[in-house]
């Protein structure tokens, strides 16, 4: 497609250098321009509306129009738009929604530490990790656990946890301190015969041999996903998250759960810790914490976390870490009510009760020829795809294609596309959305 050079997508292509994207292939093809947002719907620059089946980048909770953020929003701005948190100033926002936060945690946490995305949250946490070796005095303790398919980030720790070749190559990651155990996921890594059962039972050995080859004494943490999601919506197997719990503690490995995409509902409770009775040390929180109409995120940590930090910035005079932006005002009070109002409604509830619904339409397309299997929980799923002869993620790579057409907005990661609606998805909408998917897979298989 060509654009005159004054259109949006002209200069877009121009001037904007885009994320995630083969640049070169974008300097012809140009982008989709979206517009306005109503719901769980967005609308393109033709005028054309699409559920947004993945809630943006698996984020906006309460959807594209919810008035009581923008005027929480606009209220902060005209009371106090910007102030820091360095040294000793604080501010309201910031406050009360670190104290909402300890409160909602699974497992009992001390405090909280703003940062404004997920990757900067992860590299925080990562540094927050090797701090505390050294102040226990366990210098060489400073391995990272990340596992294959896992996703952290971008920036330099959290590309480095990550386990995606993608994020790696050319970039000189990642960090060797950082190594990656097996991707857990049963559908993908199954030797033929496997059962369940036996499956986890692999997955643990492999991550209690990777501890015992490095030295448990090298390694202070393990990082994970509840449900890996940017991997492809990557269920755990049975008893894993028991299991790995139980190796953690074995071997005095801290557990860092990335609730990134799960955190706030997605999953059906209000953290998937509790989904799977995971008992974090500490737990990285964005996206939903906001529905992403303000860049947020959070660490939480323990106190057996926190303590041994708080006596080394002592030591050292100051905890020598702080962004500009760190628990912006706009951003925590967008937080704060965005929770609230994930909490009046029961969006988490909802969430809940809309899983049967969600998981049945999943399954349903599921038995479409073109497809393979389909898994999910609360409300995110995936749709996993035969694979074409053509090339590796290519069937998955033309439903995303067909699925715009009919209106819908789907991610295909691998051989799968990706769901994870905006919370506020109704029961009559997740049809509309797979029906959506259905014409498009009858599309394909027509043309392919
Ligand atoms: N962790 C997880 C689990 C994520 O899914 C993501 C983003 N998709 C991140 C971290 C990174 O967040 P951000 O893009 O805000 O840096």
Redesign the pocket.
Known sequence: MTFSADSIEGRDIAFQMHQNTDLRQYEQTGGLVIESGDGIYVTDNQGKRYIEAMAG??SVALGFSEPRLVAAAAKQMALLPYYHTFNDKTHGPSVDLAELLISLAPVPMSKVHFTS????A?DLACKMVWYRSNALGKPAKKKIIGRIKG????TIA?ASITGIARNHQSFDLPLDRMIHTSCPSYVHFAEPGESEASFTVRMLNDLENLILEEGADTIAAFWG?PVM??GGVLMPPVGYWQGVQAILRKYDILFVA?E??TGFGRTGKLFACETWGIEPDMM?L?KQISSSYMPL?AVLLNDAVYQPIADESVRQGTFGHGFTASGHPVATAVGLENINIILERDLVGHAARMERHFLAGLSALAEHPLAHSSRGVGLIGALELNPWSGGAGMAAAALKTACQAEGVMVRNIGEAICFCPPLIITEQQISEMFDGVGRALNRLAESH
């Open positions: 980048l698996w995305s997920g990757s900067e992860n996703y952290h980030g971008v959290a996903e999601g940017a990335d990134v995409i990285v964005s995120s």
